[in-house]
């Protein structure tokens, strides 16, 4: 099973976009859903999480300003609104099952001002 990120581009200081990261194929025994992102010589961070029952967490980087969802074919999202050129960096999804990790292959954000 491959993840795959899309939605990913180019947007204005302020603007919105939409990630979208689907499963090519069933994964079953998802404890999490999650969102991180890596900006060009920095870490990979965590940016949002689902669990499955809905509930959600943020990193207070994009707290009320991104919104992580999830559709019943287990494909992720990660609205952002009120964008900003610090939000510039590849995305990655990763889905933690209790039997393994899975990750994307992520999406470029490029925010300008």
């Known amino acids: 099973v491959q993840l795959q990120a899309s939605g990913g581009g180019l947007a204005q200081a302020g603007g919105s976009l939409r990630l979208s990261c689907a499963a090519s194929?069933?994964?079953?025994?998802?404890?999490?859903m999650h969102w991180y992102r890596q900006a060009p010589g920095n870490e990979r961070e965590w940016v949002a999480a689902i669990i499955p029952n809905g509930s959600t967490d943020y990193a207070d980087s994009v707290k009320g300003r991104f919104a992580i969802s999830r559709d019943r074919a287990k494909t992720v999202y990660l609205q952002m609104n009120s964008l900003e050129p610090r939000d510039t960096a590849v995305y990655y999804c990763k889905i933690d099952t209790v039997y393994k990790t899975y990750w994307g292959q992520g999406t470029q954000v490029t925010v300008s001002s």
């Open positions: 194929g069933s994964i079953i025994g998802i404890r999490s």
